[in-house]
Structures are given as C-alpha cells and as structure tokens.
C-alpha cells in the first residue's frame, strides 16, 4: 500500500522595506500578503530558488529566526489594519477679507499637517 505524502506549497513573501523574501508554507500570510499589496508568489513543491533559499537560511542558522520575524510582520500588519485609521480633526476658519474686484483667491490654507504612522517600516 502507498502512502500518500501531501506537501505544502511554499509561499515566498516579500515584506516592504525588506530586501529578502521570507518562505512559508502558510496560506493565510499568503492571502493577506497578496490583498494588502505585499509581493508574494506560490511556487511548486519542487521549487529550486525556494530550496536554494531555504538551505540558504538553514547555513546562517536564522531559519527559525525568520519564520518568527515573518509572523511578527503579518500579526503587526493585520493589528495595524484593525486599529482605525487616525484623522486630523477638519476646522473651517472664515476671516473677514477685502477681495480685490476680480480676486481668485476665495481661502487659504493656514496649516496642513500629515500625520505620522505608529510603524512606518510597514508601510507598502
């Protein structure tokens, strides 16, 4: 009787501002990589670049490391997809202003502020 092996596909991950992609067998990080943006490919089973990549990780002993720090990306990515997004309070200021007969220029913007994200190395 033979024995039926089922393999996981690997998945590479590319997280922004991350020059290396990440492996995984997790569908899910997949899946949430892709809808955010995030480069990612499934590859076959058989995959040279993944199994060159894979023994790659496996000689600088960070194999586990990056598995950790991959989850770390996608639980911090799908946190920060929750929280809502903050926005800066809208103020219309009218001030009394003499225009000119055939002046344009009808407001001002006084100050535009952009505001910062709490982990900006995981923006796209």
């Known amino acids: 009787m033979h024995e039926h092996t089922t393999y996981m596909m690997p998945y590479l991950i590319w997280v922004p501002h991350d020059p ?67 926005v800066a309070p809208t103020m219309t200021v009218e001030m009394p202003v003499k225009y000119a007969k055939n002046d344009s220029v009808h407001s001002v913007v006084v100050e535009v502020k952009e505001l910062q994200p709490k982990e900006p190395h995981l923006l796209p």
């Open 20 to 86: 290396r992609p990440y492996i995984t067998n997790d569908p899910r990080v997949f899946m949430d990589a892709k809808s955010w943006s995030w480069k990612a490919e499934s590859r076959p089973y058989t995959d040279t670049f993944c199994a060159s990549l894979k023994r790659q990780e496996d000689a600088r002993y960070e194999g586990d490391r990056r598995a950790a720090r991959l989850e770390q990306c996608w639980v911090a990515e799908l946190e920060r997809r929750k929280t809502p997004k903050e």
